[in-house]
């Protein structure tokens, strides 16, 4: 008895040894003027839910932003460039948020997004409520993998899985 008595406990201690400390993520602390990112986005508005699939690219104060839906049936190209907003390579008046809000019935903050995946930041808007739910690695710091926003005032969540996210020089 005594023997398996042993044999448990140095079996416990070394299951012990070998747990994984999770480590705070490496933030950089900048977000880069340019960028990319390419995922999927579960949205539920008023018990309405989508999915998405989405790559966005910024380079300085301009993005482009590619929307795919469902089974890949159905894309929507949106750029913001100085000239103003490009709705699938033709202008409109309206702002990206209030065009998707029109449209899709919902919006993606995309003004705060960066700030989000690369410095982690959860309270960078008093309207969207940030979770960080999973880091990946990107060069020598982690950036988001799983975040989830939830608007403060609207019915609005949505759930961003990045699959690649990219510093562009």
Do not use: Y
Request: glycine share 6%; proline share 5%.
């Amino acid at each position: 008895m005594k023997p398996l008595f042993i044999a448990l406990i140095f079996l416990f201690l070394q299951s012990c040894e070998t747990l994984s400390i999770q480590q705070q993520p490496v933030v950089s602390g900048v977000a880069p003027e340019s960028w990319s990112a390419k995922g999927r986005a579960g949205i539920s508005v008023n018990d309405n839910h989508h999915s998405i699939g989405f790559n966005v690219e910024f380079a300085n104060q301009e993005f482009e932003l590619v929307l795919v839906g469902a089974l890949g049936l159905g894309e929507v190209n949106i750029r913001s460039t100085a000239q103003g907003l490009w709705i699938n390579h033709q202008p409109t008046p309206f702002s990206l948020q209030q065009w998707m809000e029109q449209e899709l019935g919902w919006h993606l903050p995309l003004d705060i997004l960066a700030d989000i995946i690369f410095k982690h930041q959860l309270n960078t808007d008093q309207k969207w409520q940030v979770h960080i739910a999973k880091f990946m690695p990107n060069q020598d710091v982690s950036v988001a993998k799983l975040v989830k926003l939830q608007h403060q005032h609207k019915p609005i969540k949505i759930k961003l899985l990045f699959k690649e996210v990219n510093q562009l020089k």
